[in-house]
């Protein structure tokens, strides 16, 4: 990390806090992140408020690419405003401040690790869950294709997963990587260099998505890997804007040949645990079953090879039709893995969210998490996550456990691991 630094020291410099849009892949994770609203966007960039924003670091850690991990000094009446931001291609590069900080009775912080404090000494809960992977994941390669010098994968299977009249078009997308290197582990994600360009010119920014299959790839021992995609159309419902999801689009159509822009992968700590007896609750929704299947299949493919874990998973969606995986899920053992699926608009059946399944199965939730070696994976739209956390709450207090003491230690152990979006 470049900092954590002061954001304003003696004689009017300011350490102005700025995201590089050639680097930022528009997760919405720092905005989310940040505990005092510094940050915002646009159709174009991510954007730090100078006057809002405090240094407290709580949205370097999330940051799956870096690109958050910027600093500027500058003169305080010249500070970068939002407009400014809002325009860039590239960061400033750093100039001549007329206001040293090296003024007298400046004031400096050497660089370390994220702090927890901020304002008049309030401590920050940077993150609902952990920021660090578990103690025995392996180690992630990250970065290793840029805006600048993506890679090209090729497309070689195109699949749609949910009924044809469905509401909702969830495609899986293999793609294949060649003789490139393209490692990548459970969990972590890649970005989707779409096509064209906007209305003004500008290019396409990359789009997220979490890898659908496991480690060794979709086929093993092919330098490969897969996508859950959901088409997205213009029709809305939660207010947001309703123009048709330009990479979605593109991927949902694409065919088997073409070729794709990638960079990544992204991602150092929502990942597996290594160790084979670890036991998994996972809890997912539509296509944040992607991170899920990879890790299923991982553990299913090193079953025979030992490893003994228990797997729980609950997962949701509008209806059986609407539910990626839905076939192969129902089809694997249940000794294997415990499958609990809710689904909250079948015909002639009561809404059920994955929040009812597990207080319904309040018992087997709380052996979990009684387990000193059980790790938790919440994976799906941003309105799940208070339901989810709640209904652990209800479980923790219903079977005796201390739910903040305990959401507190999985969350510094490396065991909770929440990717909203």
């Not at 952990?130 to 840029?146: D, E, G, I, K, M």
């Not at 979490?210 to 809305?236: C, F, Q």
Request: proline letters at 7%.
């Amino acid at each position: 990390m470049n900092g954590p630094m002061p954001s304003m020291i003696a004689g009017g410099v300011l350490n102005q806090h700025l995201i590089d849009p050639e680097v930022c892949i528009r997760c919405n994770t720092c905005e989310e992140t940040c505990p005092i609203d510094a940050i915002t966007h646009d159709d174009t960039n991510y954007v730090v408020r100078a006057e809002t924003c405090n240094g407290c670091m709580a949205c370097v850690p999330p940051c799956p690419t870096g690109a958050i991990d910027n600093w500027r000094m500058v003169a305080r009446e010249d500070a970068y405003s939002l407009e400014d931001q809002y325009g860039w291609d590239v960061l400033p590069a750093q100039g001549t401040v007329a206001t040293s900080a090296d003024a007298p009775g400046a004031e400096q912080q050497e660089p370390g690790g994220a702090r927890e404090e901020a304002g008049d000494g309030l401590t920050v809960d940077t993150a609902r869950g952990s920021q660090l992977p578990p103690w025995s994941a392996a180690r992630p390669y990250v970065n290793l294709y840029t805006h600048k010098l993506p890679t090209t994968a090729t497309v070689v299977g195109n699949y749609r997963l949910t009924a044809e009249d469905a509401d909702s078009a969830i495609h899986h997308i293999v793609l294949d990587f060649g003789k490139l290197p393209f490692p990548v582990l459970e969990g972590q994600s890649i970005g989707i260099l779409p096509p064209g360009g906007t209305a003004d010119g500008r290019a396409h920014h990359a789009r997220q998505y979490s890898i659908a299959s496991p480690r060794d790839g979709e086929r093993p021992g092919y330098n490969n890997l897969s996508l859950t995609v959901k088409r997205v159309r213009a029709a809305r419902n939660d207010g947001r804007d309703g123009r048709d999801g330009v990479c979605s689009n593109y991927l949902c159509d694409l065919q088997k040949g073409d070729s794709v822009q990638v960079i990544g992968p992204f991602g150092h700590t929502f990942l597996m645990p290594n160790h084979p007896a670890s036991d998994l609750l996972m809890i997912c929704t539509g296509t944040g079953a992607a991170p899920m299947r990879a890790m299923t299949e991982y553990r299913r493919r090193k079953r025979l090879s030992g490893a003994t874990g228990r797997l729980m998973l609950f997962f949701g969606a509008r209806s059986a039709d609407e539910l990626p995986y839905f076939g192969p899920l129902t089809r694997l053992p249940k000794d294997f893995i415990d499958t609990n699926l809710a689904f909250s608009r079948s015909p002639d059946e009561p809404r059920r969210y994955v929040q009812d399944l597990m207080r319904a199965r309040a018992p087997d939730v709380a052996a979990l998490l009684r387990g000193e070696d059980s790790y938790i994976y919440v994976c799906g739209l941003k309105a799940m996550e208070e339901g989810v956390l709640q209904a652990l709450a209800a479980i923790a207090e219903q079977e005796g456990l201390d739910w903040p003491v305990l959401w507190e230690r999985l969350r510094r152990e490396g065991r909770l691991h929440i990717e909203t979006y």
